[in-house]
């Protein structure tokens, strides 16, 4: 879960002091590369306004919920991340969810599954829609934007189907209900937390101490500690906010982190190192900065192609099932509306470029948090519904200029 991109490793050299790195970094910034930091310094001011605004917005229980609200958007939004790096859409993301989960309710309710298979046929089926779509783009050439649009309307239609106009399918199974509703002990939920911080720090450190004996290019020791004390302050900051007792009521404890946050970690995790550290990873960067090049130098751009829509459904389909255990059911309209444009808006203001190219899995947890961030808030201060709109539209379409102008700076100062 390297932070690399957001930092100041970009500039490292053999010999380089941690003041040469600050002002390496400083200088990226200055020609466009800023990351993630415009969603980050953004998500600091809401946390202070807000905070001031309601002295109910940090308290434990109301980031305990904003972490069960965050959650399924950070997960659709990372699939989202897989597709936009090579420049396309999914406007189906979410519906394929919706299906996917409407498909999990009804196989524990009907047929009596256990709760781990309908999960997994419920994934099965959001990477049966990704397969579908992939192909579609990559053989026929048919552009991202229709061939989702069509499945967009279609999947709709498939849910009216399988549970009627306005039916819906209740989903109680305890362990799928706990995802969002139940805790994780306090006592395992500090040994994850330190096992993250603990591994985040070994991987550092190793990195830094073979790369230093290679004589290859490597951040200063420095840069190194800072990046791992920014880690374990955040990560062991929230367990400890989420560890305290949030109950309202003095007889009942409710304690711990919530089921879900353990999960988009892993997923955090896994995403990334499969995106940062693998070939097939370095191929869809690839893919998404010049599809001929990428196809010049040998680069199956339709497999690449096909592959990703596949992740996106597939993490679509985790984000419906978590979606669903948050509200306990699932309708008719569960992943329409603007659940994908709150995905998608998420990974643009995390950082992930619009053009391809450019994004990572932690741009999609940040945006997402700004997204949660901004309906919880607004909540709190009980303001319409169409204040929401306005701000989070208004947040998206300035992370999209900010792109759109960090693109710009980027291609003048010769950075891309």
Known sequence: MSLADSDFAGDARADQTFGDAVRGYVQRVRGGDMG???????????????????DRFLSALNLANLVTQAGSICVLAMGLVFVLLLGDIDLSAGVAGGVSACGMGLIVANLSWPWWAAILVAIASGALIGL???????????????VTLAFFLGLQGVTLKLIGEG????????????????????AIGWTIAVLVVAG???????????????????????VVIARIVAVAAVVLGVTFVLS??????????????????????LLLIVMTVVLKRTSYGRHIYAVGGNAEAARRAGISVDRIRVTVFIACSSLAALSGIIAASYAGKVSASSGAGNTLLYAVGAAVIGGTSLFGGKGRALDAVIGGVVVATIANGLGLLNQSSYINFLVTGGVLLLAASVDAISRRRRSSTGLS
């Open 132 to 146: 579908v779509i992939g192909m579609l783009r990559a053989k026929l050439g048919i552009p991202s934007f229709v």
């Open 167 to 186: 039916g819906s399918v209740r989903v109680d199974n305890p362990v799928i209900r706990g995802l969002t509703i139940s805790n994780v002990p306090v």
């Open 200 to 222: 985040f720090a070994c991987l550092e450190i190793f990195q830094y101490r073979r790369k230093k004996a290679l004589r290859l290019a490597n951040s200063p020791l420095g």
């Open 36 to 54: 993630s930091l415009p969603a980050v310094l953004g998500l600091v001011v809401l946390f202070v306004v807000f905070g001031l605004a309601n």
């Open 244 to 265: 305290v007792n949030r109950s309202v009521n003095p007889r009942v404890e409710i304690s711990g982190i919530p089921y879900v946050l353990p999960l988009i970690l």
